[in-house]
């Protein structure tokens, strides 16, 4: 699979790049997706969740007054579920969300969600640029040369690049990542992709 080389303008060069079939013209497995993004937003879920159960409630174990005789219900101490204040039943805890996932369907995955990306036309291969001081201004005006400025994007760099990072990090639907922290879910939750030539072979290294 063959895509144009743009610059950063927005114009279309001569370039081509070659995309690997075995990782952009992969046959799509939806349910690897599935679990691979599963995974990473459980992994966001700190677990630190709690609420106070009967136990943890202040009061007394003081019986509030006598079984039979009252003429009311039978009530044990102030800590009761039922009362205002009382413990909560069965109320969350701190727990670990982490979901186990194969090395070899988490490869899947990746290949699949960039696999849907080229399959839709929605990947553009960008000249490798930089960025000489951090302005948000200078990277919007990238994307609005292509039209982008209000869609969700991803731009993979094959190197860490301080400056890009920096020039994006303000707009709320701009995200940069390198190519061996590309996963599953940021590349299904993206618009378009936008790759750097350079990191093309990263890519494909890696999967």
Wanted: charged content about 30%; hydrophobic content about 35%; proline content about 2%.
């Amino acid at each position: 699979m063959k895509i144009v080389v743009h610059k950063t303008s927005g114009k279309a060069t001569t370039k081509k790049v070659d995309l690997n079939n075995n990782v952009f013209g992969f046959t799509p497995n939806d349910h690897a997706i599935y679990l691979d993004v599963k995974q990473y937003l459980a992994a966001q879920r700190t677990g630190t969740h709690k609420a106070k159960e009967r136990s943890d409630v202040k009061g007394s174990r003081r019986k509030l007054r006598k079984q039979k005789g009252s003429g009311a219900a039978r009530v044990g101490d102030i800590k009761n579920p039922l009362f205002r204040g009382g413990g909560r039943v069965f109320g969350p805890r701190p727990r670990k969300y982490d979901l186990k996932v194969n090395k070899k369907v988490k490869r899947i995955a990746r290949k699949s969600a960039l696999s849907y990306k080229a399959k839709n036309k929605n990947i553009i291969v960008l000249e490798d640029f930089t960025i000489d001081t951090p302005k948000t201004k200078q990277y919007l005006d990238i994307l609005t040369n292509f039209g982008l400025q209000d869609n969700k994007t991803l731009l993979v760099l094959s190197q860490a690049n301080k400056n890009i990072l920096l020039s994006s990090r303000n707009l709320k639907k701009a995200r940069v990542v390198l190519a061996s922290e590309l996963n599953t879910y940021d590349v299904m939750n993206t618009n378009k992709l936008m790759l750097l030539e350079s990191s093309i072979k990263e890519i494909e290294k890696n999967f």
